[in-house]
């Protein structure tokens, strides 16, 4: 793909919402290219993921052609930069936003964040304790990957991307919605993208990025840990080698070394707090949005 040719629709929220199984349901569309690597960061201009416009074209080296064109990076919508940038690239682009209960989303991405070696605190409560301390910190990988109740302001965000693209270029569905009828949902997002939904020859069965554990969590960490060497790995290796790297060697290893997981319940304490916290914006995004999230409580 060459630089002329623009990206058409971008998965751009919410983390923990299903993105990563709708994904993957429309990867299998004949119609449709996407990257074989989710979430790259290529508008989050940043020391640690900040890409060139050569970066971003190394993940459709195997573009041939194909009708539409999409991406995915459930950190766009949160960050008022990258979605400026998204809009500067090409500003008719299609924006895809999963949105899950607030409460929910946020335990479910601790979960994540312990399991993937990241979260240093070893309970829910003590981290929702430093989230504001970790904002004001400024460093954008703690921001992006450690923080769970920003990232719910749901009403914030999606007013943000108002402010720039225009709402029939934005698609926002909800989580229950799509776990309870995946097939529904993504057919109405395909058809809503242009793409022929007369026969789909995709396979709903699979349920993408499901909880887990590492095996050894000293792996874990190894495998996620930003060292010295790994800098100079990124400063010095050819982007397209990078990519080929991660798309096989560290993503095959890291998957061998997890194990299914379920979580323990949230306290009813701390899912009251929440419900609690979150209600103005709920409401607020109600209206924006013109649905009844009555059922997030």
């Not at 998204?86 to 946020?106: E, S």
């Not at 301390?133 to 108002?162: C, M, S, V």
Request: charged share 25%; hydrophobic share 35%; with cysteine.
């Amino acid at each position: 793909m060459n630089s002329d040719r623009k990206i058409d629709f971008f998965i751009v929220g919410a983390q923990k919402a299903g993105t990563t199984s709708l994904y993957d349901y429309m990867a299998q569309h004949r119609d449709l290219f996407l990257p074989s690597s989710k979430d790259f960061y290529a508008f989050n201009d940043d020391p640690v993921y900040g890409v060139t416009g050569s970066r971003l074209l190394s993940y459709y080296r195997k573009y041939r052609g194909e009708p539409l064109v999409g991406g995915s990076n459930v950190q766009i919508m949160r960050f008022p930069d990258a979605v400026r940038n998204l809009h500067h690239y090409n500003p008719r682009t299609k924006l895809i936003i999963l949105l899950r209960n607030p409460v929910d989303r946020a335990y479910s991405a601790f979960w994540m964040m312990r399991n993937l070696g990241l979260e240093p605190c070893d309970t829910f409560e003590a981290a929702l304790a430093q989230d504001g301390a970790r904002g004001a910190r400024g460093d954008f990988r703690e921001n992006a990957e450690l923080r769970y109740l920003e990232p719910g302001y749901y009403d914030q965000q999606i007013d943000f991307i108002h402010g720039l693209f225009d709402n029939g270029s934005i698609y926002i569905g909800l989580f229950d919605d799509f776990v309870r009828q995946p097939e529904r949902i993504t057919r109405e997002i395909l058809d809503w993208l242009g793409a022929d939904t007369s026969e789909l020859a995709i396979d709903f069965s699979k349920r993408s990025n499901e909880a887990s554990r590492p095996r050894l969590m000293m792996l874990q960490r190894l495998i996620r840990s930003q060292n010295r060497l790994k800098r100079l790995y990124r400063s010095t290796m050819p982007l397209a080698v990078q990519d080929r790297v991660n798309a096989t060697v560290m993503s095959k290893l890291q998957e061998s070394n997890r194990v299914p997981f379920e979580y323990p319940p949230m306290a009813a304490e701390t899912r009251s707090r929440l419900v609690d916290h979150f209600l103005p914006h709920n409401e607020r995004l109600s209206e924006l949005i013109d649905q009844d999230l009555g059922h997030w409580l």
